[in-house]
């Protein structure tokens, strides 16, 4: 398996724009993660999926932020608009049963600037 | 308050210079606890889970503990491929681990 795939892999973009991040899960894989990395607050949980379904976005920062799953092997984190705050390296990750110990794997992350 | 910290924030070691990077948690009723290593511009890399007070795990020159409070990661005779930022992270009632803020690692040859 190529691992959690992620696009685009950098992105930079003027503020006000809508910005759209890609993730393609590990097959199989049923549980799905978005997180934000900054040096301020490290890793931060945003939302997560469980079989497609958002379970808990209550790590969204704001309305500006949405996420989508439409199916077992795509989602997707939209930011409109976008604003110099947003600027972070974001992180997909997946994992097969988010039971105790279930690891979780990452994708290689997007790294956002807002102008 | 934060769940999850870690200490210290940053170490530099020489080459062989064994050490102890140190993940102190305030959540009861811990699930798991996670070690991850992330290097430069990828994402997380799944190390190591503990559950319970006493276990230890070991992986090449690495070796986690647990106790009730904290756990510690020992990096043995490090090299300079250890260089990376070491996560930890705790899982309790929910499924959902918690994120502590990393050690940034440097070994010197």
């Known amino acids: 398996d190529a691992g959690v795939i992620q696009s685009p892999r950098h992105e930079v973009t003027e503020m006000g724009q809508e910005v759209t991040l890609r993730c393609k899960p590990i097959?199989?894989?049923?549980?799905l993660f978005w997180y934000r990395q900054t040096m301020m607050r490290g890793l931060e949980l945003l939302i997560y999926?469980?079989?497609?379904?958002?379970?808990?976005d209550s790590g969204m920062p704001e309305d500006r932020f949405s996420a989508k799953m439409p199916n077992a092997s795509f989602s997707t984190l939209k930011i409109q608009p976008s604003e110099p705050r947003d600027s972070a390296v974001y992180f997909c990750?997946?994992?097969?049963?988010?039971?105790?110990?279930?690891?979780?794997?990452f994708g290689p992350g997007t790294r956002l600037t807002v102008l | 308050e934060d769940q999850v910290t870690q200490s210290p924030e940053a170490l530099r070691l020489q080459e062989g210079e064994s050490s102890s990077l140190n993940c102190s948690y305030t959540?009861?009723?811990?699930?798991?606890l996670f070690w991850y290593r992330q290097d430069p511009g990828k994402g997380p890399e799944f190390l190591f889970t503990l559950y319970s007070a006493g276990e230890e795990k070991e992986k090449e020159r690495l070796k986690a503990t647990l106790t009730k409070k904290e756990s510690f990661l020992h990096i043995t005779a490090p090299k300079p491929e250890d260089s990376a930022t070491y996560l930890c992270?705790?899982?309790?009632?929910?499924?959902?681990?918690?994120f502590g803020r990393g050690t940034s690692l440097i070994v010197h040859p």
């Open positions: 959540v009861s009723g811990l699930r798991g």
């Open positions: 992270a705790v899982q309790e009632g929910s499924y959902i681990p918690t």
């Open positions: 097959s199989g894989h049923d549980y």
């Open positions: 999926f469980n079989n497609n379904v958002p379970i808990d």
């Open positions: 990750a997946s994992n097969g049963l988010a039971g105790r110990g279930n690891e979780q794997f």
